[in-house]
């Protein structure tokens, strides 16, 4: 059996917390025994308790890659639990503090972003590349993009491998749940819904899909367009469909709890993010319920929307191809169907949780063999 140490220094449930949520609950308890290390109070530890594993919180940890009182720590408890192999999330202090007890490192990428020039050119690239490199014996990437973004930052590309996220499918939701949406929000019987499902960051693009609302709209189209999430710009999104007369067009839903019901609801998922978006649990969850999205070409995105397949992909900052795949997909119920049943298959195939944690496993198997043959061990493989 295999000793592993997940860390996170998320103090909320972000993508990443998420993504760790599902390798917890789908791993094979008789190939290893997993444990968790978290920022003391964070919103992680109920739902890691649930998923009946150790959870062991430690100071200095929140909301920071590095900090030394966190390496110091860290050392003192991988010491004491002597794992075959810790997998950190964007922690340097964990993997300080593993490698510097000859513990093999797996390191996730959930994120993707252009990397500053310091860190694509000489001596940026140089350094960085030596840190990775040296701090992790292998690299996860959830998308193609974020492999690119470690690449142009001198990571050695044979130590990633790119393993795309994968979601529960969505459970069936009560009609009660979905029309009590509908009453609250006045959404009418004949009016489609499109929805954005993302935190009100300028580079998520809201500002596009209220654009494309408005140019649904004047084409004549029924469409209540949502947008579920808060963040910094909430009061000038608000402003904008405020000047445009898009009140009784695009609504406002804050923060979800539960996206169940939307999800179920929305008839088209859009995705306008020009910045950090890696593989959208988001998209994954809704193609699970065979829901068609019209999205950005940028980051991860074209790696889960197949452009005429289960969906359409957009170039960046472009409201009119936001519009123009939102209309195609409600004035055209054949394409519609096809698309959704599209969706449905791909997600079967390629993104369901089992899939993306049997390849975890997979890598976390690779890591400990590479260690053991490095030290001369005798390697039983059917042993791991």
């Known amino acids: 059996m295999i000793k592993v140490i997940e860390v996170s220094s998320d103090s909320n449930i972000g993508g990443a917390g998420k993504c760790i949520l599902t390798f917890l609950k789908n791993f094979d308890r008789e190939a290893f025994?997993?444990?968790?290390?978290?920022?003391k109070g964070s919103l992680l530890k109920p739902e890691m308790d649930d998923c009946r594993i150790k959870v062991f919180e430690v100071e200095h940890l929140a909301e920071k890659s590095l900090d030394f009182h966190a390496v110091s720590r860290l050392r003192k408890l991988f010491r004491y639990l002597k794992p075959d192999l810790v997998h950190t999330h964007a922690s340097m202090s964990a993997r300080i503090a593993a490698k510097s007890l000859g513990i093999p490192v797996v390191y996730t990428r959930h994120s993707v972003f252009p990397p500053p020039k310091k860190l694509t050119t000489f001596p940026g690239k140089q350094i960085s590349g030596f840190i990775n490199n040296l701090t992790a014996d292998k690299i996860i990437a959830v998308a193609?993009?974020?492999?690119?973004?470690?690449?142009?930052?001198?990571?050695?590309?044979?130590?990633?491998?790119?393993?795309?996220?994968?979601v529960e499918a969505l459970p069936p939701c009560p009609e009660e749940a979905i029309g009590k949406i509908r009453m609250q929000y006045h959404i009418r019987p004949d009016e489609k819904v499109a929805a954005i499902i993302a935190r009100l960051n300028p580079v998520k693009g809201h500002k596009y899909f209220i654009e494309a609302a408005k140019l649904v709209k004047d084409a004549g189209i029924r469409c209540k367009f949502l947008i579920a999430g808060t963040g910094e710009t909430e009061n000038a999104l608000k402003t904008q469909v405020r000047e445009a007369g898009l009140e009784d067009?695009?609504?406002?839903?804050?923060?979800l709890q539960d996206v169940s019901p939307l999800m179920h609801l929305m008839d088209v998922q859009v995705n306008c993010s020009y910045g950090t978006e890696a593989t959208s649990l988001s998209l994954l969850e809704g193609m699970s319920l065979g829901k068609p999205a019209v999205v950005s070409d940028f980051g991860g995105n074209p790696g889960v929307i197949f452009d005429g397949v289960n969906g359409f992909l957009t170039p960046t900052h472009d409201p009119y191809a936001v519009a123009d795949g939102i209309k195609k997909l409600l004035t055209d119920q054949t394409l519609y169907d096809t698309m959704a049943d599209n969706c449905k298959k791909i997600y079967a195939a390629k993104f369901t949780a089992e899939i993306n944690t049997r390849a975890v496993e997979q890598v976390y198997r690779e890591a400990v063999m590479q260690k053991r043959r490095k030290k001369g061990e005798k390697i039983d493989e059917t042993e791991i």
């Not at 025994?33 to 920022?39: E, F, L």
């Not at 193609?144 to 994968?166: F, W, Y």
């Open 249 to 255: 067009t695009v609504i406002f839903l804050g923060f």
């Open 144 to 166: 193609e993009a974020a492999k690119e973004n470690l690449t142009d930052t001198g990571v050695d590309e044979k130590k990633i491998q790119v393993i795309l996220n994968g």
């Open 33 to 39: 025994d997993v444990s968790a290390v978290i920022p």
